[in-house]
């Protein structure tokens, strides 16, 4: 029988449609995100824990407890999900695809005043308050090497009347951070400008070429910053506010705390024992070379890291408040106990 | 707060007033321009230059296909971060449709008016500006209504990366902050403002092609 060439469409469809079904339930079926390298021997079953993949150095302290074996000793398998935009984060912790996120404190002030059921359980970054420990800075600014401006003093003088542009994203590190480093300089805050990037190379970029101000960066890219010709100014320790200046927080669901409060206790240990590990000196030049490994950067660089699991609520305030000074949150809105839980402190960890 | 409430708050602090009348001034000066660009240039090159049309078309052809996303830290770096940048993000969109539609316009013209028109006597200007204009016309506002509608979804987009300011900026800012009510707000008063934008410019096309009668 002659088969019509009506047929052939038809049954060419039903194989295409077929296959591309078959490449789908592949796909759904592998999509648990990347195995993480370790395990405890195949003898203890392992407790996921799901996080996004970061591409800055938030990565350092899950590779390091990943690769060390923190995690496995605590029981616990990492499973990276796969890369999240920032805006997306959140979202990907409160429709469970992921178990934890991490934030700086105005930041998941903002996420529990919009009604995020949230909490942070931990510390993640730390702002070094001694020399020793001085190129870890939160972050470090950048001006063009013609930039008039040479220190945070010059500004005073700077395009007076005009705004200073400067990378940033309203409420987070990259505002909380310059507006205090401006109100310790007496010069008036309301200048800023906050431009969005998706990154911190794109900031370099737009300083380079004269469309900002003033880049503020996160390691892995302080090297990168001064390799093509740019002048640091300052870091986020100029804002005179010590170790609070560069602190973050781990976070989980309030309902995977109350429902997992084992699997968060053990990520809180270990994570905090890769922070330690990191931390030391003669681990340093180790932990940046696996965060650059990881990011495919040639520059290295890290954090400095919470030594413990406290988490000192003077270090939370400050952040608070600046959020009341900046309009967003109204005087005793939220307190610094409507933020974070102590539930997970252990003084055994350090 | 609701949905409703942080639109009406946020217009009554003249805040979404002033984003949106800055992102209209990017579609706008990026739409003219590309109007002023593609509809003489579509014109000019589908009725004269059909080898220059034929030769070209392809590479322009893939021009189009670009993703304009993919494109965001191209125009960075050529224009910068401010207006330039994203009136040239809106003129990149919006030029396509114009141009495409316009040449398509006039390939398609009807052939018996054409023969007419030249049997009596019609000129090259007159040709142009009196015959293949006004016939062209319904194809032109199609890629104008594409057009408009893609430079305000791309001013949007483009908002949010390396910008201070724009209806697309206040959306991240609010995405940032967590500020869901007003997060939905933009979204629905952006939908708003497209079927604004789109309902005038269907009005305008019938104000231009009055002597047109529907089909159906």
């Known amino acids: 029988m002659a088969i019509t060439r009506n047929t052939k469409l038809i049954i060419g469809g039903i194989v295409v449609l077929a296959v591309i079904v078959g490449i789908g339930v592949d ?324 | 707060m609701t949905v409703a409430g942080a639109v009406i708050d946020s217009l009554k602090s003249g805040q979404l007033i002033r984003q949106t009348a800055l992102s209209l001034v990017n579609v706008g000066i990026g739409f003219l321009l590309a109007i002023f660009i593609c509809i003489p240039f579509g014109l000019v090159i589908g009725t004269y230059y059909k080898i220059f049309e034929k030769s070209l078309m392809p590479f322009l052809r893939m021009c189009e296909k670009i993703n304009p996303f993919a494109l965001f830290p191209v125009f960075m770096i050529l224009f910068g971060i401010g207006h330039l940048e994203k009136v040239m993000v809106v003129l990149w969109v919006s030029q396509w449709p114009l141009l495409f539609n316009t040449i398509d316009g006039v390939r398609n013209l009807d052939v018996t008016i054409i023969k007419s028109a030249r049997s009596m006597g019609a000129r090259k200007g007159n040709f142009l500006l009196k015959v293949i204009v006004p016939m062209t016309l319904p194809y032109i506002f199609t890629g104008v209504k594409q057009s408009v509608q893609l430079a305000f979804f791309m001013i949007i987009a483009s908002e949010m990366v390396g910008a201070n300011e724009g209806l697309g900026w206040q959306f991240f800012s609010a995405n940032m902050a967590y500020n869901v009510p007003m997060m939905f707000g933009i979204i629905i008063y952006v939908t708003v403002l497209a079927i604004i934008i789109n309902v005038l410019f269907t009005k305008i096309e019938k104000w231009f092609s009055v002597w047109k009668q529907s089909t159906f």
Request: glycine share 8%.
């Open chain 1, 27 to 350: 796909f759904l079926s592998g999509q648990k995100g990347q195995p993480s390298s370790t395990t405890a021997g195949g003898s203890k079953e392992l407790a996921e824990i799901r996080t996004y993949t970061r591409t800055d150095c938030g990565i350092t302290p899950y590779l390091v407890a990943d690769q060390k074996g923190f995690f496995a000793e605590e029981g616990l398998k990492l499973v990276y999900t796969g890369t999240v935009a920032y805006p997306q984060q959140l979202a990907s912790v409160l429709n469970g695809n992921n178990d934890i996120g991490d934030a700086h404190p105005n930041e998941l002030a903002m996420f529990i005043k919009g009604g995020a059921k949230v909490k942070g359980v931990s510390r993640d970054d730390l702002e070094p308050i001694d020399e020793v420990n001085a190129e870890y800075r939160h972050m470090k600014y950048f001006v063009s090497k013609d930039s008039a401006i040479k220190s945070w003093k010059d500004i005073q003088n700077y395009k007076v009347g005009q705004q200073i542009l400067i990378n940033g994203t309203i409420p987070s590190c990259t505002t909380f951070v310059p507006s205090n480093i401006f109100d310790r300089y007496n010069l008036d805050r309301n200048r800023l400008k906050f431009v969005t990037f998706d990154s911190d190379q794109q900031a370099l970029q737009a300083v380079t070429q004269g469309d900002i101000d003033i880049a503020q960066v996160h390691p892995p890219y302080y090297n990168l910053a001064k390799e093509i010709g740019l002048v640091q100014i300052g870091d986020s320790f100029d804002a005179g506010l010590g170790a609070a200046t560069g602190v973050a927080l781990y976070y989980f669901p309030d309902k995977y705390i109350a429902e997992h409060p084992d699997r968060v206790q053990a990520f809180v240990r270990a994570i905090t024992k890769a922070q330690i590990w990191a931390n030391q000196s003669q681990n340093r030049k180790e932990a940046a070379e696996i965060t650059a490994k990881a990011l495919n950067v040639n520059s290295t660089g890290t954090h400095y890291y919470a030594f413990d699991t406290s988490i000192p609520e003077e270090q939370i305030q400050p952040w608070l408040d600046d959020l009341v000074y900046g309009g967003f949150l109204k005087e005793g809105e939220l307190a610094v106990a409507d933020i974070i839980t102590h539930q997970f402190e252990d003084p055994s960890v350090k």
